[in-house]
């Protein structure tokens, strides 16, 4: 039989996770694991805020898809095959214990992302990889024999029978003009998960707090996402604001992060409902100030502000509020509009949003239909999923079925 020489090009997430299962799979393969930089998995490192998000305790697949604003589709199938539970498994084989939060997110449970990243140089160093640092692919073609040839950084020359591309996404990825050299369509990238811009008096003064359910809701588009809120140095972030910048990052882009979107502090409660709870307490509070006591349990500084940009006084007691300013303020708490302008890229996570076309790959195989034996995982598709462990999980499965393919052909 002859042997199979793998190239494997970029050592973050997917490219290692390919690396391992290719090299576990066939230990009579070559496998080549090719770096540009000095480090390998310097984002695993950085990620989850140090402590790495690995992925999402949601192990139904048809559930899973619902977080992927572009890939669902095409995941469905992979994620029969590969899902959280067999990432959890994976890790936890390997001497990496992983913890769930109440929010569904998993973590190793030593907090720290090192964790991850020691596990996944120690496998690949005992499986045989052969990691090349520093040593980035320039070039490739595929000669009519069906091999490709690859020429690196170093000046290097490597003559492989499989090529998988791993590089990532970013708004200039190389492997988007390696990958379009093989005939492949990108689609255009684009940041996803960053929070917004809002210079608006309602928020001036509020930095840091919080709010558990909100609604954002985008109009023109009826994107709508709802979850916690919290308001930052120069405008509005957390896990709803994340979301919708996520399901609209196309939307956003078109219109360079400038639009309006309205707020409801209530979450799903309508202005009706919001002004029925109000006109309650003004009967039954009458003699109490509404600054002090709010029906609405919503944070006393934010409760504050809201009294204040509906004209109402801070000393007026819940008797003499009139109807006029009650409905005032059920509209500015459930149908506040406020102007975005400009985005920040969330610390935590973000991601493109754009990639390779995914029209063009076999999700059986993540195998590129237009180009034999190559292949594609982690974010140089055009795949990306909201925060909370999502991405990487993208990674890891697209991974495996890459492995797998590449594996048995
Ligand atoms: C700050 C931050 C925190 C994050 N936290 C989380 C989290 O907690 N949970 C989560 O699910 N997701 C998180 N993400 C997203 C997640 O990190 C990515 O989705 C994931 O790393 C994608 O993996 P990848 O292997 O496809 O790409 P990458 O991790 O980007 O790896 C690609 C590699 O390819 C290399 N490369 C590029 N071109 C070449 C070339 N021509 N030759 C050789 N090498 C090349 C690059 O140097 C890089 O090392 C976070 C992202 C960021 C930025």
């Not at 190389?174 to 684009?190: D, F």
């Not at 502090?265 to 009706?272: A, Y």
């Amino acid at each position: 039989m002859k042997e199979k020489r793998i190239g494997i090009v970029g050592a973050g997430a997917a490219g290692y996770f390919a690396s391992i299962n290719c090299a576990e799979k066939d230990p009579h393969a070559k496998i080549f694991l090719f770096e540009k930089s000095r480090k390998s998995l310097t984002k695993v490192a950085i990620s989850g805020g140090g402590r790495c998000n690995v992925t999402h305790a949601c192990y139904e697949p048809k559930e899973l898809v619902a977080n992927y604003p572009r890939g669902s589709r095409e995941l469905l199938g992979p994620f029969y095959v590969w899902q959280p539970n067999d990432t959890i498994n994976w890790f936890e084989e390997r001497g990496v214990p992983l913890k769930t939060e109440e929010d569904g997110r998993v973590f190793p449970i030593s907090d720290t992302s090192s964790s991850i990243v020691n596990c996944l140089r120690e496998s690949a160093e005992k499986s045989g990889v052969i990691l090349k640092l520093q040593e980035g692919v320039d070039q490739v073609e595929k000669d009519a024999s069906g091999k490709f040839n690859v020429k690196t950084s170093q000046n290097n020359n490597y003559e492989l029978t499989h090529l998988l591309l791993a590089t990532g996404g970013g708004k200039n990825a190389e492997g988007y003009q390696i990958a379009q050299r093989l005939n492949h369509t990108i689609k255009p990238p684009q940041p996803s998960l960053f929070s917004f811009h809002i210079d608006d008096p309602i928020l001036i003064g509020l930095q840091g707090l919080s709010v558990a359910k909100v609604n954002v809701k985008h109009e023109p588009s009826g994107l709508e996402q709802s979850g916690p809120v919290v308001v930052t140095r120069n405008g509005l972030s957390g896990p709803a604001i994340l979301k919708l910048s996520a399901w609209g990052a196309r939307v956003f882009a078109d219109c360079n992060y400038t639009f309006d979107m309205r707020i409801n502090w209530l979450g799903s409660t309508k202005k009706e409902a919001a002004q029925s709870q109000l006109s309650e307490a003004r009967n039954t509070w009458s003699k109490r100030l509404m600054v002090s006591d709010n029906p609405l349990s919503l944070p006393r500084r934010l409760w504050k502000r809201l009294l204040t940009s509906s004209n109402i006084d801070l000393k007026t007691q819940w008797a003499h509020v009139t109807n006029k300013q009650l409905q005032s303020l059920s509209q500015t708490l459930t149908e506040r509009s406020l102007s975005v302008k400009g985005k920040s890229m969330n610390k935590e996570e973000f991601v493109t949003c754009g990639g390779i076309s995914l029209k063009e790959v076999d999700f059986k195989t993540m195998e590129s239909k237009l180009t034999p034996k190559l292949y594609f995982s982690g974010e140089i598709l055009d795949i990306d999923g909201v925060t909370g462990g999502f991405n990487f999980q993208a990674a890891w499965t697209t991974a495996m079925i890459a492995s797998m393919a590449v594996t048995n052909s």
